[in-house]
C-alpha cells in the first residue's frame, strides 16, 4: 500500500456530513490511543454507518473521459477513487491511459510482466483479480503501461469493443466491487469507445482554454454517435469544471459559457486552481493525504458526494435514544 494512507477521522467525517461525532464514533476503528474525535476511520465502518444512513453503494461505472489531455482526467479519477474508498466503496481504479499517469500517481507503476488490461480484457473471469494492486484500504488498481496502445489492433471488431470493458465490469461487480473509476486515455480509440459502453456516468472534465470546451462538444457528440451505433443507451454526462481560477476573467467567462450552453451537464461543484495537486504528485500522495485543509482536498470532497449522492438523511427519533 502506498502514502496515499488514509486521513478520515471522526471529528472530519462528523464535521463534513453534519453529523455529531458521537453519531460517526461508532465507525471508529479504534485503532489508535487518544481522543476519539481524532481516531481513524475504517472504511468498512464508514460503508455500515452511510448505508445506514441512506446511501447507495450499488454497483456503478463513472469515467473521466475528453479528448483533450492535460485537463484533469487523471487527477478526477485518482482523487474520485481514493475519496470514494475513504467513504467505503470497495472501489477499483482501471488505468487505461497507455501513459499510465493514474498508477503513477498512486506510486504503483507496473513491472514489466505485471497484466495490463492488453492482457486481461479477453479472459477477465480469470486473470482481472490477480492483476489488481491494493493501493490503499478499500482501493485497488489495474495498473497501465504502454502495451496498452495496442488494444486498437487487438479489438478492432466492434464487438469487442463494446464488451471488453462490459466484461471486466461484470467481474468487478461480482467480486463485491461498489465502484468502478475509469481512467481514459486523451483519444477516441478503443479503450474510450469500449468505456463509454460500459460506463453509467461519463464525467467529462474541462478548464478554461479552448481545445478543452472543443475537447468537451466532440466528446458529448461521440458518446451520442457511439451509443447510438451500438443501438445501447447513452450513460449520464456531466461536466466537470477541474481548473478554475477567480483571479482570471477567462475563468469566468467560460464558466458563463458553461452555464449557458451545458446548463444540464455542469456539475455544480467547480475545483479550484491549487499549488496542492503538482505537490502531492510530486510526493506520490493525494491531495487528502495532508492535515492541513486545503481547497483542492475540499473541491474534490465536494464533487465525490455529489457525484456519489453522499447525503444523509436525518437520524429517525427512535436512533437518538
Ligand atoms: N485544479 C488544478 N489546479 C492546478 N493543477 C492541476 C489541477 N488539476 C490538475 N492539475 C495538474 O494539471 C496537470 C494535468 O492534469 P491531469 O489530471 O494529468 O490531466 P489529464 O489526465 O487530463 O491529462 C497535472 O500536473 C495536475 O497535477
Ligand atoms: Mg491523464
Redesign the pocket.
Known sequence: MTKNRYQMTVAGLAQTLGMSAVDVASASAKTESGPIDKQPLAPANVKALLQARGVDYRFRTIA?I?L??????????TSLALRAAHYGFQTCLLDL?PQG?ASLAYDALPEPDDPIFYDVWSKPEDMLTPALRQVDDSLYLLPSSLENSMLDSAMANPGLQKNAVRNSLAVLQARGFDLAVI?CP?SLGTAVISTICAADIVVI?V?SDPFSLKGLELTVGEIQAICDTFGIPAPAIRVLY???DRRERISERTLDYLRQHYADLLLPDI?????E??KA?AKRQSVFASRRKNS?AD?YDSYVRSLLNIKITPSKPEDLS
Not at 483533450?68 to 479519477?77: C, D, E, L, Q
Open positions: 473521466h475528453n483533450r489531455g492535460g485537463i484533469g482526467k487523471t487527477t478526477a479519477s491511459d499517469s481512467d486523451p472534465p478548464w477541474a481548473r478554475y475545483i479550484r486552481t491549487s499549488s495537486f503538482s504528485l483542492a473541491d
